[in-house]
């Protein structure tokens, strides 16, 4: 081949069509008549086995291909239920969220007209901050509300369908027409209608379709007024103006930042045409620990999160401003891997022993951390036959395993319980900082609440209460303890004290600053000062015992449920606390990937030879190979020297069967993928080198 002809066949920099793509052109086979018609094929139906493939489990088969079909669908089935009942939890708990909200701006709409707000248009103004998914629910629910009772609707108008002012009419007529009618129902109402027929933003139109609906309250919302043209809301605020005594319009603005920012930006002849109310929504964190709170606390939970992935949930609900659904989405997403990868996730559900029995479930439990970790506290305490009955029989361990589970899981039920009861006990002490239930659930998971400097200083803020503050407490922690804790016996013990001596009331603990007395005495011409207890009365000693039974009770109460998740036995089947699947998924990494697929694509690619290929060959994937040997020139790559090694990879495997043009039609593609990659491009130094843009790992 000529070397100059070829070099400007590849000058990247004179041919306009690189980046188009290569196809390599097969020529029929001989042997058949080119007016021959092809071999006539059966033709198969893909509803033939509609029972097959309605059977198709959703998971794969684990432990080797040895899961049996019924455990995969029980895997299946639980996690559909138990998401099931989560789900349902949140949606409760973002309604409840927007419920405030809702009824206050339900009200504004009802309540207000252009007569109320001295012939300005109804604007409500609503703050949201970051929680921006909470204004496109409240819309919805709005709108709900507005149709049910045949009021009216919501038109929602993003920037995007708002260039100028004609498509803005045309938008906002279609998008109401729409919200009732439906899109066969608004082509009917523009051709239905007598007369001549009207442009697409005429809002005689609109007129037409609020006297046919007996309409009482249009509003149009601007979900993100912020991004629209200053001068377009104008002119659509001015026009909605005029027609504010035949269209009940009322102007719903969301805004991001303040209203104060929002009115800067505005013009003063738009803001004069505006009157109305702010709002503002709860921020997207109240909801986020609200829903961790309800999944984690749940009374009758099943499974929970570890440490490693609560405290990632949250990094990023924090760092980048996520909202409840997005948060809702990861921990579904670390309930889905839990059971999707996890063959133990099987004993969650309503396990059968008879699909237990068919699973080699017992080895899978021998191999687990936690049954290693029990052997050897049962060898220790000279337990030597129960870990050799467990080792041996396969019935004995299944039924071990899943008592085990179920007192796994009372202990983290309990677990989450001391932690409600030191959050309710820290809202109620004077400490500077508060903490959330996600800060303290993240030191309980870890197995660091129990002895950590929180509990401390919660213990002794209850011991400074006086009666009065100590009651109020006990009365909130009521229900947040079993009915059989010392703590109900405690609180009647005080009511009964605090009636007998209703006059002294409140009582002091020696433990409170008012109980302490300083004395001055001086030695040898110095000042010395004595801190000291005063004298107690009567009562306030019997309180004082009080506190004592109470301090006493909690740290007992503590010791035996604020215990490391880690150490029970069979936690590897309720506990999901694998960082990676969550990170890789939700802080992808891109750059990495391909560049560890186009240096080890048999790595994702099942290879055709039976060893793994270790070094560059024909078949490897024709970018992979180009990159490999992109990896090993410098800043400045000629590309005649790049073809020559690219030829050698398939002369060295194919030897006399190469086909120099098709080769070089997979060299052309394979330029134009690292192009796309952004990997190479022209040099300008030298028309024939090509510059390399990106280095491996940087």
């Known amino acids: 081949m000529d070397a100059e002809a070829f070099e400007d066949a590849l000058d990247l920099s004179r041919d306009k069509s690189q980046n188009q793509g290569v196809y390599i052109y097969q020529p029929p086979k001989p042997g058949k008549a080119s007016g021959e018609r092809p071999s006539k094929r059966r033709k198969v139906s893909s509803t033939a086995n509609p029972e097959h493939d309605t059977k198709v489990p959703s998971f794969m088969p684990l432990l080797n291909g040895a899961e049996s079909a019924d455990c995969v669908q029980q895997r299946y089935d639980t996690y559909k239920q138990l998401w099931a009942e989560q789900e349902h939890k949140i949606q409760e708990i973002l309604e409840d969220v927007d419920s405030g909200v809702l009824s206050d701006v339900l009200s504004f709409v009802r309540e207000t007209s252009p007569q109320t707000c001295n012939g300005c248009i109804p604007t409500a103004l609503i703050t949201v901050g970051s929680n ?77 379709y609020v006297q046919r609906r007996g309409t009482k309250k249009l509003v149009l919302a601007l979900r993100d007024s912020e991004a629209f043209d200053p001068a377009l809301l104008t002119d659509l605020l001015s026009l909605f103006k005029s027609w504010l005594d035949r269209i009940p319009f009322t102007v719903m603005l969301g805004i991001s930042t303040s209203v104060e920012l929002f009115e800067g930006r505005l013009p003063r002849s738009c803001v004069s045409l505006l009157q109305g109310k702010h709002f503002e929504v709860q921020e997207a964190g109240n909801s986020v620990d609200r829903i961790f709170e309800a999944l984690q606390t ?42 999707f990868a996890n063959p133990l996730s099987t004993l969650l559900g309503s396990a059968h ?137 405690i609180q009647n013990d005080l009511k009964s004290l605090m009636e007998e ?47 004592d039974r109470l301090a006493g009770a909690f740290i007992e109460y503590f010791s035996e449920t604020l215990i490391r998740p880690t150490d029970l036995f069979m936690n590897e089947a309720f506990l999901f606390d694998l960082r990676n699947p969550l990170k890789e998924v939700f802080t992808p990494r891109p750059r990495f990937a391909i560049e560890r697929a186009l240096a080890t694509p048999f790595d994702y690619l099942i290879s055709s030879s039976p060893d793994a290929e270790t070094r560059i060959s024909s078949r490897q994937p024709p970018a992979s190979i180009l990159y490999q040997l992109y990896l090993e020139s410098g800043a400045l790559v000629n590309v005649h020297d790049l073809w020559q090694a690219f030829y050698a990879v398939f002369e060295s495997d194919q030897s006399d069967k190469c086909d120099d043009r098709e080769i070089m039609a997979l060299f052309y593609g394979a330029l134009s993928d690292m192009k796309t990659f952004g990997m190479i491009k022209n040099s300008r130094k030298k028309t024939d080198h090509l510059a390399k843009s990106t280095w491996i790992g940087l």
């Open 132 to 208: 921006v998914s909470s204004l496109s629910r409240l819309l919805s629910r709005l709108n709900d509300q507005l149709m049910s009772t045949n009021e009216g609707g919501v038109i929602v108008l993003e920037s995007g369908d708002a260039p100028n002012l004609k498509t803005s009419l045309k938008n906002i007529i279609r998008a109401a027409v729409t919200n009732t009618e439906g899109n066969d129902g608004f082509q009917r109402f523009l051709t239905d209608r007598s007369g001549p027929r009207m442009l697409g933003y005429d809002l005689d139109l609109l007129y037409d």
């Open 501 to 547: 001596h209703p006059d002294s009331r409140p009582f002091h603990s020696e433990y409170n600053i008012n109980n302490s007395v300083v004395t001055t005495t001086v030695v040898h011409q110095r000042v010395k000062l004595t801190k000291g207890k005063a004298n107690l009365r009567a009562q306030d000693v019997e309180y004082n015992k009080i506190i």
């Open 298 to 339: 749940d009374p009758a939970g099943k499974l929970w999160v570890g440490r490693n992935v609560t405290s990632t949930l949250f990094e990023k609900a924090r760092d980048s401003f996520q909202t409840p659904e997005a948060f809702s989405r990861m921990v579904k997403y670390s309930y889905m891997s839990h059971f």
């Open 353 to 489: 022993s008879s699909i237990l029995s068919q699973n080699p479930f017992s080895e899978v439990i021998r191999n687990l951390p936690s049954f290693r970790m029990l052997c050897e506290d049962l060898v220790e305490s000279g337990s030597t036959e129960e870990v050799r009955k467990m080792l041996d029989e396969d019935e004995y361990l299944l039924q071990t395993a899943i008592a085990n589970l179920e007192a796994g899981q009372d202990a983290m039920r309990h677990l989450f319980r001391a932690v409600l009861l030191i959050h309710k006990c820290l809202r109620h002490t004077q400490t500077s900082k508060k903490m959330s239930v996600s800060d303290l659930s993240v030191r309980a998971l870890s197995g660091d609440l129990g002895e950590s400097p929180i509990v401390e200083d919660m213990l002794a803020s209850v011991k400074a209460m006086d009666s009065e503050q100590l009651l109020e407490v006990l009365e909130v922690l009521q229900n947040t303890l079993s009915d059989d804790s010392p703590l109900a016996e």
